[in-house]
């Protein structure tokens, strides 16, 4: 299958590794990956921030970039929910009934990582090798909009050496919200203070999501209080394989701080 790359503004920018990890994980899978180039900014951050006039152009480019596509793929549940959620309907608010047909079609075509997986090629076991303990964050976009459900966890699960301890309260928001941590600070730190206290209650050693936003924001409060625990994508525990029988290790398999 060829699949298209949406690689988000995040990744690209902050969190390269996961969307390099997207690829190697689908290449290993037998996929062709194409990373079309005039891809750009979603618009997500203009829609929240009521800026929805000045989405229109952002929406006719990333329909005109991955239109020839089949399949498109994005290692981002928050960026797939503004493709499927809100393209369409910033469209047709600017009175462009075509536009809004197009973003549709491409909504249709358009996965988060673990959709894609299990929905589309139809496996949850990736012959992924991750040796640690691992608490998995569902994102509120991906959980909420997309509604992946247990997916990430049942690709997780599958994956050898790899120990999954449950996270309490799993459900609620890490705070981040995009302009929200920003606008409503106070509010965003104290709901990131009960996350970083259910993750750290787990004992593990790495705690994993779909989105880079989250991570970006777990993370950051993890860093801060010393922890050890490091915050690593989805796709970053599934790109990496058993190491060979000469016992020699895989780069990949690195924890990043």
Do not use: W
């Amino acid at each position: 299958m060829r699949i298209a790359l949406f690689v988000t503004c995040l990744a690209d920018t902050v969190f390269p590794e996961a969307a390099k990890a997207t690829v190697r994980l689908l290449e290993r899978l037998g996929h062709e990956v194409v990373f079309p180039a005039g891809q750009t900014c979603c618009g997500q951050m203009h829609v929240n921030t009521g800026y929805q006039a000045q989405a229109v152009s952002l929406v006719r480019r990333h329909v005109r970039v991955f239109d020839p596509y089949d399949v498109v793929v994005a290692p981002s549940g928050s960026c797939v929910g503004s493709v499927r959620h809100q393209h369409a309907m910033v469209a047709r608010r600017a009175g462009d009934v075509r536009l809004a047909s197009r973003a549709e079609s491409v909504a249709a075509r358009t996965f988060e990582l673990s959709e894609l997986l299990v929905d589309v090629l139809g496996v949850t076991d990736v012959g992924a090798f991750f040796p640690h303990r691992v608490t998995y964050h569902p994102t509120c976009h991906s959980l909420r909009m997309l509604r992946v459900a247990d997916r990430p966890v049942r690709l997780l699960r599958a994956v050898r050496g790899l120990e999954l301890v449950e996270l309490p309260a799993a459900e609620q928001c890490c705070g981040f919200g995009g302009t929200f941590a920003v606008k409503n600070a106070d509010t965003s730190s104290a709901m990131l203070a009960d996350k970083l206290r259910h993750v750290l209650s787990t004992g593990a050693d790495v705690c994993a999501a779909g989105d880079a936003s989250c991570l970006m924001h777990i993370g950051g409060g993890l860093s801060r209080s010393g922890s050890a625990v490091r915050t690593v994508h989805l796709a970053e525990i599934l790109a990496p394989t058993e190491p060979d029988r000469a016992g020699g290790e895989r780069s990949d398999l690195v924890v990043r701080s």
